[in-house]
């Protein structure tokens, strides 16, 4: 994992340190575990709401159609059970989602 700081100003954000440490950790985790080659990049940058961080890596993907349900509780790109590659409940994502609103 790289992290990547753009100077530009001090940015000050309210919120609850765990709650961010919880969804930083589930989105970094779940680049991570996509991306068995390659990189994931965390990059911050001041912004006029506050901080902007953003989360790029060079994994599998997720498919367009995928897009729409991903982020709902226990929902998973690949939802045949039986197949499965990856492990996992299908949360993390929901939870970050839901932290970061």
Known sequence: VTLEYAPGGAAMVEADPDRCYMAFKHI???????????????STKSDP?????????????????????IFGAFEQ???????????????????AHEVTK
Request: charged fraction near 30%; hydrophobic fraction near 40%.
């Open 28 to 42: 970094v985790d779940n680049a991570c575990k996509f991306t068995p080659k390659g990189k994931v990049v965390v």
């Open 77 to 95: 790109e690949d939802d045949d059970h039986k197949l499965r590659k990856y492990e996992g409940l299908g949360v993390g994502l929901t939870v």
């Open 49 to 69: 709401q506050g901080l902007l961080v953003s989360v790029k890596d060079t994994g599998i993907g997720i498919a367009e159609d995928a897009l729409v349900r």
